[in-house]
């Protein structure tokens, strides 16, 4: 059964930058020193930019209503119902989110970034088949959008399509090889095709980054017991414990390896569950002028 659980990432669903973007194909301005937002001809009134402000600042209530206000200066420009969309996301209103991003989908089809926004969106109220055919779309669009095939690789992990989404993920990793929640996700896919070599070898990246976290070796011992390595699992939980020293489910774990080698030398232990807890953080953000 695949526990693989998905969050609604709402803590990173906005990591603003106050900066012009070309997600909806807007120019990028001149290094020359920026316009007032009062007199910008891009941003009416600075709604925009003062919405990126407050939607930076968490303040996902002003930051929608100064989005609106854009939206009424400006009601053609998809940027603005992008950016409320976000902001709505932030503030954990779906329904609202869905139907800015729809909307932003609407006046600029040809951009990929509405469809992940609105993917999002739809993966967290576990929309499978509707987010997935948004990513696929998005993709379509820009190839090369590391974000799309994360959410998308996502998705299929939900759906048990390890394939695909080893797939996907691979080519995440080849663009940010720095990735690592890339690494431990298709290490879990891995795990689930039974490539155990390959999961072992993605977890040992992870943990080779914050060799500090507890879930990596457990995560990683989870696959040495199902590839039949009971010593190698019972080291990782023993480091593991010395990281956490009341991990009650390693203790427990350790302990019926340990018993089990004594007795058996072949029969090990019955894997711990170890998946990865969260869905990809959302990447769409508000964009100023």
């Given at each position: 059964?695949?526990?693989?659980?998905?969050?609604?990432?709402?803590?990173?669903?906005?990591?603003?930058?106050?900066?012009?973007?070309?997600?909806?194909?807007?120019?990028?301005?001149?290094r020359?020193?920026?316009?007032s937002?009062?007199?910008?001809?891009?941003?009416?009134?600075?709604?925009?930019?003062?919405?990126?402000?407050?939607?930076?600042?968490?303040?996902?209530?002003?930051?929608?209503?100064?989005?609106?206000?854009?939206?009424?200066?400006?009601p053609?420009?998809?940027?603005?119902?992008?950016?409320?969309?976000?902001?709505?996301?932030?503030?954990?209103?779906?329904?609202?989110?869905?139907?800015?991003?729809?909307?932003?989908?609407?006046?600029?089809?040809?951009n990929?970034?509405?469809?992940?926004?609105?993917?999002?969106?739809?993966l967290?109220?576990?929309?499978?088949?509707?987010?997935?055919?948004?990513?696929?779309?998005?993709?379509?669009?820009?190839?090369?959008?590391?974000?799309?095939?994360?959410?998308?690789?996502?998705?299929?992990?939900?759906?048990?399509?390890?394939?695909?989404?080893?797939?996907?993920?691979?080519?995440?990793?080849?663009?940010?090889?720095?990735?690592?929640?890339?690494?431990?996700?298709?290490?879990?896919?891995?795990?689930?095709?039974?490539?155990?070599?390959?999961?072992?070898?993605?977890?040992?990246?992870?943990?080779?980054?914050?060799?500090?976290?507890?879930?990596?070796?457990?995560?990683?011992?989870?696959?040495?017991?199902?590839?039949?390595?009971?010593?190698?699992?019972?080291?990782?939980?023993?480091?593991?414990?010395?990281?956490?020293?009341?991990?009650?489910?390693?203790?427990?774990?350790?302990?019926?390896?340990?018993?089990?080698?004594?007795?058996?030398?072949?029969?090990?232990?019955?894997?711990?569950?170890?998946?990865?807890?969260?869905?990809?953080?959302?990447?769409?953000?508000?964009?100023s002028?």
């Amino acid at each position: 059964m695949n526990n693989y659980k998905i969050g609604t990432a709402i803590g990173l669903a906005i990591a603003l930058v106050a900066c012009p973007g070309d997600l909806f194909g807007q120019k990028k301005r001149s290094r020359k020193a920026p316009q007032s937002t009062a007199t910008n001809p891009q941003d009416p009134g600075g709604h925009s930019a003062a919405g990126v402000e407050a939607a930076k600042n968490r303040d996902y209530e002003k930051a929608i209503a100064e989005f609106t206000k854009a939206i009424e200066a400006e009601p053609t420009d998809a940027k603005n119902y992008f950016n409320r969309a976000t902001a709505y996301r932030g503030a954990n209103k779906l329904v609202e989110a869905l139907a800015d991003f729809t909307k932003a989908i609407e006046l600029n089809p040809a951009n990929a970034g509405g469809y992940i926004g609105r993917g999002e969106v739809l993966l967290q109220q576990k929309q499978l088949d509707q987010a997935l055919a948004d990513f696929d779309k998005s993709l379509e669009l820009a190839p090369n959008d590391a974000s799309a095939r994360r959410f998308r690789g996502f998705v299929y992990i939900s759906q048990n399509e390890w394939e695909k989404a080893v797939e996907d993920y691979s080519k995440v990793i080849q663009k940010v090889p720095d990735d690592d929640s890339a690494y431990e996700r298709r290490a879990f896919a891995y795990r689930n095709l039974k490539k155990y070599k390959e999961a072992i070898a993605d977890y040992s990246k992870t943990i080779a980054k914050d060799p500090k976290d507890p879930e990596g070796y457990r995560r990683r011992a989870s696959t040495h017991t199902l590839a039949g390595d009971s010593k190698s699992a019972a080291a990782d939980f023993r480091t593991l414990l010395k990281i956490k020293p009341d991990d009650v489910d390693a203790q427990s774990r350790l302990k019926a390896l340990e018993t089990r080698a004594n007795s058996s030398p072949a029969a090990t232990s019955p894997a711990p569950a170890a998946s990865p807890a969260v869905a990809p953080p959302a990447q769409a953000s508000p964009r100023s002028n």
